[in-house]
Structures are given as C-alpha cells and as structure tokens.
C-alpha cells in the first residue's frame, strides 16, 4: 500500500548543488519519522540523514554541514538539499522509515557526481 517515489538525481560536477525530492503516499505520514539513504557500486544502502515529526534532524558524519532534509506534511514529501557535492557522493539515494526502513523500496534515483 505504501508507495515511495524518489526524484531529482542528475549528473552533477563536484562542488556543485542538487535537491532530491521523495514522494509518500498510502501511510500516516506525518507520524513516521523519515530517512534518506544511498547505496554506492560494491557498497551496502546506508542511513545518511533523517527527519522526525515534529522536524528534528540527524546525519552522518560524511554528509553535515552539506546536506539539509525537509518535510512537508502536507503534500506528503521529503527533500533532500545537497551542496558541496564530491564524487564519494555518488550513488542510488532513495527514502524510507529510519532507522528501520520498513517499507518496500523504491527506485531510487541515481546522483553521480563527476567532472
């Protein structure tokens, strides 16, 4: 029933700025607390940040200070706001409940960042 829907994901150069959107639906949103992940070539999906209902926030190490996640309960959506991009970020970054993603993936959307 619950679907996730990412987008936005693009080739971008180094040092540049990209935002992923993700689109829930079929669950009570603004009730579960939310996560962006990725996953690189040859590596396992990792959390890299989350947002909870009333809007705090957390993030992995790697990504502070370059990454911003954002809700908007109403229309049911996730952003994810990243800059300063490096070429380590590339990967398949997709949503889900954190830190349990317990809901079917979805495609994901691919980043990759490269000059």
């Known amino acids: 029933q619950v679907q996730l829907v990412e987008s936005g994901g693009r080739l971008v150069q180094p040092g540049g700025s990209l935002t992923l959107s993700c689109a829930v639906s079929g669950t009570l949103f603004g009730f579960r607390t939310m996560g962006w992940y990725r996953q690189a070539p040859g590596k396992q999906r990792e959390l890299v940040s989350k947002i909870n209902p009333t809007g705090g926030t957390d993030y992995v190490d790697s990504v502070k200070a370059r990454f911003t996640i954002s809700r908007d309960g109403a229309k049911k959506m996730v952003y994810l706001q990243m800059s300063s991009l490096k070429p380590e970020d590339t990967a398949v970054y997709y949503c889900?409940?954190?830190?349990?993603?317990?809901?079917?993936w979805g495609q994901g959307t691919q980043v990759t960042v490269s000059s």
């Open positions: 889900n409940l954190a830190p349990t993603p317990a809901f079917s």
